[in-house]
């Protein structure tokens, strides 16, 4: 079994927990209904796609696959009893990197209330404690101003533009990274988000 995986991460009414199967009546719905909320920062693939699109539980199997390999941890993401998104934690590197990328999507209708910078704390010093990363970062589209608001509440340092980083709907698009090293939370990236939040109470 990959290392820190299966997990459930609770914080209040936040839960991050394994993606399965049985959530794909839940996942299909809250997809279309977020349609265009979403697809504007979807990527895509370069290539033309052949054959039919893999089903839900296709898509589940390969991310499985992926965590049972140590090379991502793909959770749903839970506010309440309601599913509302999905976090991933992914290119996981150990080695002399040590490191990893969180790509995030949450249903507008809960935008605005702390969820997805609650659960990018969790799965953060979720990498750091148990993971021993040392890195983690979170690449976005420099139009994304919800996704650029996420990082700016929890402090990731902004590392710069890279160009043409990911084919995005068609084209490839520029991309901003932002990151955080170990280092730079000492106390943990959730305890640091719920103070900046209590100071601005």
């Not at 993606?19 to 996942?27: C, E, M, N, V």
């Not at 039919?52 to 793909?74: E, H, I, K, M, N």
Request: glycine share 8%; aromatic share 8%; proline share 6%.
């Amino acid at each position: 079994m990959a290392v820190g995986w299966p997990v459930e991460l609770v914080d209040g009414d936040v839960r991050l927990r394994p993606l399965r199967r049985r959530d794909a009546d839940a996942w299909m719905a809250l997809r279309a209904a977020n349609a265009g909320w979403l697809e504007p920062w979807d990527a895509t693939s370069p290539e033309p796609v052949r054959g039919p699109r893999p089903t839900f539980g296709q898509f589940v199997r390969a991310l499985a696959a992926q965590a049972r390999d140590g090379s991502a941890l793909p959770f749903a993401v839970d506010y309440g009893d309601e599913l509302v998104g999905q976090l991933t934690v992914s290119s996981i590197q150990y080695g002399s990197l040590r490191s990893a990328s969180i790509g995030y999507w949450v249903s507008q209708h809960v935008a605005g209330r702390g969820v997805i910078p609650t659960a990018v704390a969790m799965a953060t010093d979720h990498c750091f404690d148990v993971l021993r990363l040392h890195r983690v970062e979170i690449n976005i589209r420099p139009e994304n101003a919800p996704s650029l608001r996420v990082v700016e509440k929890l402090g990731f340092r902004d590392e710069g533009v890279r160009e043409r980083y990911l084919h995005i709907q068609g084209r490839w698009c520029d991309h901003r990274t932002f990151a955080l090293t170990v280092e730079e939370v000492p106390g943990g990236l959730r305890e640091r988000w719920h103070a900046s939040r209590r100071s601005s109470a």
